[in-house]
């Protein structure tokens, strides 16, 4: 089945950086690639999604990278604010298929004001 | 829109009782619903696969006379945890697929619900 690594597992910015969180899929059968924000002792919210169609996506200040060839993707945070802290998930999905989510592990992102 | 709500949000009971979580999808109809379990500081772990109408599908290791999942409805699933013990102490948090165009988009997630067994 789907395992999806990511990393790191924490990442301290300034505010005003950028952060980059990078996962791995290992089924390329994959074709959907969602990003969740979760806060604490909140739902997760999706943020940004992408499907394997597209190279990049953009909305604001994320942006999202897939590489299919290399079954990597990566979430992408410019001009970072305390707000944005949290723990972000990546996830991947055979959309058409089982269409079952797998997570990966979870980044913490603190960002210091 | 798509909204999915959960209850309770939180939910204290005794060693040996037996608990219903409710997950509805507000503003759209979801033939699919899935059921998730989140220990502190972990990811989320799919414990099934909920379809209106049919029998839920679970995953490996998790056990279906445990843990009993009805999908009575397109907008309403219930996961009911049975004879709960302290181990079973955890966030679970429901989701549900919104259609579109003949596409299932992504899953959104409910609130969650935080159960303590005692």
């Known amino acids: 089945g789907e395992n999806v690594e990511q990393h790191p597992s924490t990442l301290s910015v300034q505010e005003g950086d950028s952060a980059v969180i990078k996962c791995t899929y290992s089924?390329?059968?994959?074709?959907?690639f969602p990003w969740y924000k979760q806060e604490l002792g909140k739902r997760p919210q999706l943020i940004i999604d992408?499907?394997?169609?597209?190279g990049e996506k953009k909305d604001q200040r994320i942006a999202v990278t897939l590489n299919k060839t290399a079954k990597h993707f990566s979430l992408h945070i410019t001009e970072t604010q305390p707000e944005d802290s949290a723990v972000y998930f990546c996830a991947a999905s055979t959309q058409g298929g089982s269409e079952k989510l797998v997570f990966g592990k979870g980044t913490k992102l603190t960002v210091n004001p | 829109g798509a909204v999915v709500s959960q209850h309770p949000s939180r939910v204290i009971c005794k060693s040996g009782t037996s608990v219903k979580i409710e997950c509805r999808s507000l503003?759209?109809?979801?033939?699919?619903m899935f059921w998730y379990r989140q220990f502190p500081k972990q990811s989320l772990m799919l414990m099934a696969t909920?379809?209106?109408?049919?029998?839920?599908?679970?995953e490996q290791g998790v056990e279906k006379d445990k843990f009993l999942i009805n999908h009575a409805s397109l907008t309403l699933s219930t996961l009911t945890v049975t004879s709960a013990h302290p181990e079973d102490s955890s966030f679970y948090i429901c989701?549900?697929?919104?259609?579109?165009?003949?596409?299932?988009?992504?899953?959104?997630f409910g609130p969650g619900t935080r159960l303590l067994v005692l």
């Open positions: 503003d759209f109809q979801a033939t699919t």
């Open positions: 909920s379809n209106e109408g049919s029998k839920a599908t679970y």
């Open positions: 989701s549900a697929t919104l259609t579109s165009g003949g596409l299932r988009e992504t899953q959104y």
């Open positions: 089924d390329s059968a994959s074709n959907y």
């Open positions: 992408i499907r394997s169609n597209v």
